[in-house]
């Protein structure tokens, strides 16, 4: 890809062609124009030709794919850069690889500062079970270490640490030699993310938004609240993306909404909701997903953290606000308060009202067909993480160990969330499972259980417009006269349409049917390559020596 010189303006007018140009205005195109900030034309190279000399800079795109830019709807962006920067434990293969990667950071990081980790699932180690504290506290030599498994309702922490929370042993949750979950978790994690400075913090947010657009990414929902992180981290953060090119962020504060007081304070902290990982369950892997049956390893049903007239009773004050309300919901006992309260709250407001609302599911794993009917019928969005899937799906997986092979079966049934008519957002939870957006679509399009699985191109709009409807945006995340220029240019392959059904794929890829191509995201075959990433007309990202 070769670009002209021009000076950076804030309203250049901008001409991309040679490419491919992936747009619903014109499944053929290969040029677009933007300008201040928006898409202001798309179609064929010949009619190019009379914008050529109007504009401030022209783009050759040497057969590059242009697409809307991704959204990726859950995010903890400090957690992401702080997991980028720090102790990583994913790639740890046993117990004891993990234990020696802690020795080895500990010895080559200054003391004094609380060592933060993250990344480690036992159930991939053949010890199948986390460090114990004393083994931890030999590994650390003494420090202070705090590390989150990988989905982050749980911990395992040195004794260190713990003497910097000494009320944690009396809260629920804690464990004396097992990982810590609720309130201890919290109070810990509070503590620990404490002891990170603002510049730490700052440098942190910083890496974790430049990966994201190195990976064509141009949003992220950034999901905090009291229980993940603190209220200076999420208004820096905003603040931050705010006032330095990179993606934007979209922030959701998960805390509870009794009136209009609750709300505007909501609004205040620069919020667009009161939404994301507002908990009413835990996680699979560390059996907190609240459950109707027992899980299958261990005779526990999970935690409740809200039920459904708390719940109810967020939603309505929110609606009656006209503040976006959402709930962090994994299990199918916590799927069912979730409907149970937002249906009774629709009694009290209105079911058109809570429907225009948009609220928002966070994760919305362990779904029936009645609770896939009632998002249907109350307008919520799903936002989900197909890598959730691809990494602990399967029949080997954890979510078979955890529930059993027939339950596990049934979880992320994303194909019957369209079938529905479910609006679906895609997110990745960063840190627990990494940004990589066409990862994630291949993940839902090649879901584990074939029944679940969906086209690539309703993946690629779950993972692009899909955010921008989550946010009550529907003139974004698509590349359209009038709509904002957020887009990212990739070096691919040939593009094709993948469709679970070979009908489909067959007609989709006739030229009548006007479908717009992708990469081809089969397995084993290379992902595109990001070479740029734009938000609002404005270059955040270009790969080295492109």
Known sequence: ??????????????????????????????????????????????????????????????????????????????????????????????????????????????????VLGHGWDATRWPEQRPPTRAELDAAAGGRAVYLPRIDVHSAVVTTALLDLVPRAASLDGYRPDAPLTGAAHHAVRAAAHGAVSPRQRADAQRAALAHAASLGIGTVHECGGPDISDEEDFTSLLKLAAGEPGPRVFGYWAEQVGDEKDARRIRELGAVG???????????????????????????????????????????????????????????????????????????????????????????????????????????????????????????????????????????????????GVPLAFGSDSPVTPLDPWGTVRAAAFHRTPEHRISVRAGFTAHTRGGWRAVGRDDAGTLVPGAPADYAVWRTEELVVQAPDDRVARWSTDPRSGTPGLPDLSPGAELPVCLRTVVFGQTVYVRPNE
């Open 1 to 114: 890809m070769t670009e002209s010189t021009a000076p950076q303006s804030e309203h250049r007018t901008v001409l991309l062609r040679g490419g491919d140009v992936h747009s619903p205005a014109d499944p053929f195109a290969t040029a677009m124009v933007v300008e201040r900030g928006h898409v202001a034309w798309v179609g064929s190279e010949g009619a190019a030709d009379a914008f050529a000399d109007g504009v401030d800079e022209v783009i050759d795109l040497d057969g590059a794919l242009v697409t809307p830019a991704f959204t990726d709807a859950h995010v903890h962006t400090t957690s992401t850069g702080l997991a980028l920067t720090g102790l990583d434990l994913s790639g740890a293969r046993t117990l004891g690889e993990a234990l020696d990667l802690v020795r080895s950071y500990v010895a080559s990081h200054p003391a004094g500062r609380v």
């Open 274 to 420: 009161a939404a994301g990982d507002l908990f009413v369950d835990g996680s699979l892997g560390s059996h907190t997903a609240c459950l109707h049956e027992p899980y299958a390893d261990a005779p526990v049903t999970g935690t409740a953290h809200l039920d459904a007239a708390q719940i109810a009773a967020h939603v309505a004050a929110c609606t009656e606000a006209g503040l976006q309300a959402g709930f962090h919901a994994i299990g199918d006992a916590a799927l069912a308060a979730v409907v149970d309260g937002i249906r009774t709250a629709a009694g009290k407001v209105g079911l058109g009202r809570v429907r225009a609302a948009r609220h928002r599911v966070e994760h919305a794993e362990m779904l029936t067909p009645e609770t896939v009917a009632a998002f249907a019928e109350l307008g919520l969005t799903a936002s989900v993480q197909p890598a959730f899937d691809a990494a602990w799906g399967g029949e080997e997986g954890m979510y078979a160990r955890r529930l059993g092979a027939g339950r596990a079966r049934t979880l992320n049934p994303y194909a019957a969330l369209l079938r529905a």
